[in-house]
């Protein structure tokens, strides 16, 4: 019985593979602080998200052949003029595998916020993005208060960013 | 009075003729070779039939393509599974072919990709399509309603990573 547990503790533990951890539980973000990163954007502007602390920030990973992400996006667009004043940023992560598509979509789409190439990397460190759209709202304080993932009725994101945005 | 009956006839007919006929046909015309409901239902394998497959002893075991995002591969992906796409892109579409290329036709072959809701996915209808054309007839396609993290990895079914 001993060895049983043994051998089976031993091919429990070689599960899995070496590279970016597994995913970890979507929920587990929640009001908790958000994983800093500094990337360059597709501009070649550096930046971070700590960058951006006292704003509230809507971090959305997408994809060039993610249709609903397509539909999103001029919207994020709108909202980062609309709200930018009030202490409000918008950070797009291309979860495409080349950068060239996602600069050419991100013009055609006239994106007026920093967009940067994202890896399984920062994809793992936000629970895994394994399903596109997936977009965050973070507070002032740099705290993860909200995940939206799929195509979203954006409204319902956009009244969570309105309350967001009246805390101070 | 008459001829006023005569013209809303008229009307209603063309109406019909130009607009709803037309609607309805689109409606129940063929999906495009590029939709994931292209895809015949009998074609389609769901999460736990493919999972007592591969837990089967004994049992043949499907060669396994994910046909999606090469990062959504690296984060988490069916444990054998190997990446072979987008296959929406022609780049990814060379790749699957060249995969699949030597393989007897009759292997039996699982595709997937988990990028996005099923309607939405730009990939699997297309590798679907690009096998069946190469002549292989056991290809399956895993049913994955919203996305692989949500129909596989949140269900606690096996997980590997890497690329």
């Known amino acids: 019985m001993t060895r049983l547990v043994f051998f089976a503790a031993l091919f429990a533990a070689s599960v899995g593979s070496a590279g970016a951890p597994a995913p970890t539980a979507r929920h587990s973000l929640l009001d908790k602080p958000a994983p800093d990163f500094a990337l360059t954007s597709l501009n070649g502007q550096p930046f971070s998200l700590s960058g951006d602390r006292g704003k509230v920030v809507l971090l959305n990973f997408w994809a060039t052949w993610c249709a609903p992400c397509q539909n999103e996006m001029p919207v994020f667009a709108a909202w980062q003029r609309q709200y930018g004043a009030q202490g409000f940023a918008v950070i ?3 979860m495409d595998d080349d950068a060239q598509p996602a600069r050419q979509l991100s013009d055609r789409l006239r994106v007026n ?3 940067a190439m994202g890896d399984e990397h920062l994809g793992a460190r936000y629970g895994g993005v394994l399903g596109l759209p997936l977009t965050f709202l973070i507070d002032r ?3 993860i208060r909200a995940r939206f993932q799929g195509e979203t009725d954006l409204q319902t994101i956009e009244s969570r960013l309105k309350k967001l945005l009246a805390q101070h | 009075m008459s001829v006023i009956r005569s013209a809303a ?5 063309v109406v ?6 037309p609607a309805l046909n689109a409606q129940w015309a063929a999906p495009s070779p590029s939709s994931a409901s292209s895809i015949p239902a009998s074609q389609l394998v769901h999460v736990d039939e493919l999972n007592r497959i591969l837990s089967a002893h004994g049992a043949e075991r499907p060669l396994i393509l994910q046909v999606g995002s090469r990062v959504m591969f690296a984060q988490a992906h069916i444990p054998g599974s190997e990446y072979a796409g987008p296959a929406s892109q022609d780049g990814g579409a060379q790749q699957l072919r060249a ?4 393989l007897p036709r009759k292997t039996f072959i699982v595709l997937y990709c988990g990028c996005c809701p099923w309607n939405r996915c730009p990939n699997v209808g297309p590798a679907y399509s690009l096998l069946s054309g190469m002549g292989f007839t056991r290809v399956k396609v895993l049913y994955l309603a919203d996305n692989f993290g949500a129909d596989w990895v949140s269900l606690g079914f096996p997980v590997a990573t890497g690329s």
């Open chain 1, 113 to 115: 916020y920093p967009i």
């Open chain 1, 141 to 143: 304080r740099g705290i």
């Open chain 2, 16 to 21: 019909l003729w130009f607009v709803a006929l």
């Open chain 2, 99 to 102: 995969r699949a290329a030597h």
């Open chain 1, 92 to 94: 797009g992560i291309s």
């Open chain 2, 9 to 13: 006839f008229v009307a209603a007919a």
